[in-house]
């Protein structure tokens, strides 16, 4: 038990230091938290408030509602010491244990700053030591779990905190940034290779502790790209090589990265050790104000691949990168502290509001200056925390919509919008006033570039016949195009082939049909042209069916496209006729692949989450599909009475893990109508024949080309008799097949189903005829494994050798492993359908086996992801330098020959160990 206050001590009760509270947004959905925690009348306000202001703290503290009555009468302090006691005596796997920590820290945190009890910035610290607890906990537990040989105890492991967890200062839905170096003078030199390959697997369980999705949630997402050159190497680097690597090649970025960096857990000795030597390459001796000119640059390139630059007002603004925001404080205090921090050690400090102080006494900034910026940083850091704690999202925007602005003024516990929009505008105004004229370039008489076309060598061969493509013939298009060819030609420039992102730029220019109207959303949004020559540089492919679907780009210009994907998609009501509504469908899914695409291709999303959002993207459309096929049905034919159709996703559908350019794979079950029913339509139709109507209009819904395109393709050769089955299956028939006729590989393959989409009543009768199917499967284990050995080697007979990147089929690769693990699943009579799930649980394989599978399928499922959004092509061909760079950087690794390496390795011992276990 966590012992707490005498209830004498009322002085210091959480309750006691109460001093402001939210005010309610949805006023009801305060009221019921109050009824559900049942707090002292002194909390119940702000209880009400924060409720009724943030969803995702409202579950939370129903969630950890006994926590919280504990809390109350606890000296807030006291009641995180206690929190990091507990974290510290966590024993054997973390995972689930840090995450209920993260929910009470989080809650303590959030309400300790809404009510006042903490201001902003011990809130902040607050957070910030619950995360050094966290990952230092999760890294014993790596080394627990991998030391040997020469690596003991801590094995001179570190992790090196960055940005805003190294500064004390983390915000309340923050990554957090961190480098992981291990000392090597620790070890003989024969025992290096050893060492570092140990700790590299430790720190890799450490930040699954950390940042793998659970049901439990996720501690903190953790970002290690601030290693140095983090596309060449790995995630845990020597000491040694990172201050070779900052002694030869550091830069001014880096040495501005490293000003808040602290050792925040593990060998912290050694940590500090090594920043005591990194001081000459961080602190120069000299006043350099070079730096000025150069992080202007480094601020105005941040802003521009932002989309920040330009008139801005508070709602949609970003509170964190845009202009007068906490970056450009931050931003300010940074290059001045690197101005003269080598010569006044006074300087040398982590924290934004200290080095403002610091700065201040040492005359580099006016008390006047440093009073304004630090009262904002505050007010701004309150702000932000607000934005972040109403979903638990990453996000600095400041809502757009009227409603959601709303909720954030009530949230700051101001009731007027509009005097809230007007305090912040003034105050974020303020900052820049400060700000802007700090970041001027010293010298305004820069030499002007050369001739354009000539940034990129040999650019005139291709860029001469730009003026014979239909995307500018007209003057108006050309005189557009001529402002704008600079801009893109730099910024193609810039990427790793120059010459292979001009070539991509080009088929995307001379695809487009017409131009005026998407080069006037280029010259009026100039974020598109770096989104575009990312995607040149990177996706030629993507850049293709830009040029064919350029209308995706006004998505690009709204204020949530970069903003955290949503759990759920969903399609905005639409009216119309059938061929209306699938119209608007295309419209919306091409807007929002494209956006899941843009995510991954620009690190805002794992390759694995990214898997889901298709998924979940495709559920969303299917649904839609769904109501528009109903209504069709219904208006040509009538309706059967009593008639319920569901139909089941199968395969990676099933599984909820698409790719980019990913069929569905559909099963359509019906029930509930009387067999001589017919519809009351012009036309009548028995329930067989109306079920197989809707199956066709559904399967034209999805997949027939129009002209915003098709939406999936539809594979249906999963139901029952195949090709020669009827495309929608009562669910009697349906059991009957399962129970009498079905193959092994039919049952197998029924690990995977998901009901997507149905009637409401029907779908938990098919999910539970499912689960009937594999817990009672009439066959036995030895014919289950006949069965795949059977299917193994038809499918290399076949052709199916794998091989490099062509990674879906082929001994130990994905569908290897998939088959395995339904294999595995069906004879434990699991109902799990995702690999990881499937093969959770004891059975066939040994946990040894399951361990290897589930890893394999892991790492090439990332790598298909990447590859899937390049190409379809498999084997995927030449990707190109920004191709190669993207699927090498997306794994980890120095290059594409790496993950080519990586790829056959995993593919190998995955068959290798189902070979074993099939004997």
């Not at 999705?213 to 290690?224: K, M, P, Q």
């Not at 730009?466 to 990427?495: C, E, K, M, N, V």
């Not at 839609?624 to 009538?638: C, N, P």
Request: hydrophobic share 45%; charged share 25%; glycine share 10%.
């Amino acid at each position: 038990m966590t012992p707490t206050l005498p209830r004498g001590q009322t002085g210091a009760m959480f309750r006691s230091r109460i001093t402001r509270t939210p005010i309610p947004f949805d006023a009801e959905a305060g009221q019921v938290a109050v009824a559900i925690l049942s707090p002292p009348p002194e909390v119940a306000p702000l209880i009400a408030g924060t409720a009724g202001c943030s969803p995702f703290l409202a579950a939370t503290m129903e969630r950890e509602r006994d926590w919280l009555t504990d809390l109350w009468d606890r000296e807030p302090d006291a009641a995180l010491a206690a929190l990091l006691a507990d974290i510290d005596a966590i024993d054997g796997d973390p995972k689930a244990a840090l995450r209920q920590a993260k929910r009470r820290a989080a809650l303590l945190v959030g309400l300790a700053e809404l009510g006042g009890v903490w201001p902003v910035m011990q809130a902040t610290a607050g957070w910030t030591r619950f995360a050094d607890a966290a990952l230092n906990r999760a890294l014993a537990y790596g080394l627990a779990r991998h030391a040997k040989g020469p690596v003991t105890g801590d094995g001179g492991l570190v992790a090196i905190a960055m940005g805003k967890m190294g500064a004390g200062e983390l915000n309340y839905s923050s990554d957090i940034d961190l480098v992981l170096l291990f000392d090597e003078s620790g070890y003989d030199p024969s025992d290096y290779g050893t060492a570092r390959a140990i700790l590299l697997k430790a720190a890799r369980t450490a930040m699954g502790a950390m940042s793998d999705i659970t049901a439990e949630g996720y501690v903190f997402r953790t970002d290690l790209r601030l290693r140095p050159d983090p596309g060449s190497t790995p995630i845990v680097l020597s000491m040694e090589a990172a201050e070779r690597y900052y002694e030869a090649m550091g830069r001014t970025w880096e040495r501005a990265a490293w000003i808040k960096a602290r050792a925040c857990a593990g060998a912290k000795a050694a940590g500090e050790g090594f920043l005591e030597r990194l001081t000459p390459f961080v602190w120069r001796r000299h006043l350099d104000f070079a730096v000025v000119e150069e992080a202007h640059d480094m601020r105005r390139r941040i802003r521009d691949h932002k989309g920040l630059a330009g008139e801005w007002d508070v709602p949609g603004h970003d509170v964190k990168l845009g202009q007068g925001g906490i970056r450009e404080i931050e931003f300010l205090t940074q290059t001045q502290q690197i101005i003269a921090g080598g010569r006044d050690p006074r300087l040398r400090v982590r924290g934004t509001l200290e080095g403002m102080d610091r700065l201040t006494e040492a005359g580099w900034m006016t008390p006047q200056d440093r009073d304004v910026l630090s009262e904002q940083y505050r007010y701004l850091r309150s702000v932000e925390h607000r934005v972040q704690m109403v979903q638990d999202a990453q996000t600095h925007r400041i809502p757009r919509d009227p409603e959601r602005l709303r909720r954030l003024a009530c949230f700051m516990g101001e009731g007027d919008v509009d005097r809230f929009v007007t305090d912040l505008r003034d105050r974020m105004r303020a900052v820049e006033a400060i700000t802007v004229p700090s970041f001027l370039p010293p010298s305004q008489g820069q030499a002007k570039a050369g001739p354009v076309g000539e940034i990129i060598e040999g650019a005139s061969a291709v860029t001469d016949r730009w003026a014979t493509y239909p995307a500018l013939r007209s003057d108006r298009a050309q005189a557009i195009f001529h402002r704008l060819r600079p801009g893109l030609l730099a910024a193609l420039a810039r990427a790793a082939r120059p010459s292979e992102a001009l070539a991509a730029f080009d088929g995307f220019l001379r695809g487009l049909p017409a131009g005026v109207q998407v080069l006037s959303l280029f010259e009026a949004n100039p974020k598109l042209v770096d989104l575009l020559a990312d995607i040149c540089a990177t996706a030629p492919d993507l850049a293709q069916y830009l040029s064919q679907n350029a209308g995706v780009l006004d998505a690009v210009i709204g204020g949530t496209f970069l903003e955290p994907l949503p759990d759920v998609w969903t399609l905005p009501p639409v009216e119309g006729d059938f061929e209306e509504r699938l119209t608007r469908l295309r419209q919306w899914h091409r807007e929002a692949h494209f956006r899941i695409g843009v995510h991954m291709l620009r690190g805002l999303i794992d390759p694995i989450d990214a898997g889901a959002s298709y998924a979940r993207l495709a559920e969303a459309v299917m649904a839609s599909a769904w109501v528009a096929t109903d209504f069709e049905t219904a208006r040509r034919y009538g309706r059967v009475p009593g008639l319920q159709l569901v139909a089941m996703g199968m395969g990676s559908l099933g599984a909820r893990r698409l790719a980019a350019r990913s069929d569905l794979d559909l099963v359509l079950l019906h029930d509930g109508a009387d067999d001589l029913a017919e519809s009351d339509g012009r036309r009548a139709l028995g329930p067989r024949q109306w079920a197989a109507k809707f199956t066709q209009i559904l399967i034209t819904a999805l997949s027939a080309p129009m002209g915003e395109g098709r939406l999936y393709e539809v594979d249906m050769r999963l139901r029952p008799s195949g090709r020669q089955g009827p495309v929608a299956t009562p669910l009697s028939g349906f059991l009957n097949y399962q129970a009498n006729e079905a193959w092994v590989w039919e049952h197998m393959a029924l690990t995977r189903a998901r009901v997507v989409v149905g009637d409401p009543a029907l779908r938990p009768m098919v999910e539970g005829a499912r689960c009937d199917v594999i817990r009672g499967s009439r066959f036995t284990d030895a014919e289950v494994i006949e069965a795949l050995t059977d299917m193994r080697a038809r499918l290399v007979d076949a052709g199916r050798h794998g091989g490099g990147l062509s990674i879906k089929s082929g001994p130990g690769r994905m569908q290897d492993i998939e088959l395995a693990a339904q294999a595995h699943a069906l004879i434990a009579g699991n109902t799990a359908r995702d690999v990881v799930g499937q093969l959770g649980v004891e059975g066939w394989l040994t946990p040894e086996t399951r361990a290897v599978l589930a890893r394999a399928h892991e790492h090439l499922s990332r790598v298909n992801q990447m590859l899937r959004l390049l190409t379809d092509a498999d084997p995927p061909g030449d990707l190109g330098a920004g191709g190669e760079a993207f699927v090498a950087h997306g794994m980890d690794l120095p290059d594409l020959a790496a993950v080519t390496a990586a790829c056959d390795a995993a593919a190998a011992q995955a068959a290798a160990v189902i070979d074993e276990a099939l004997k």
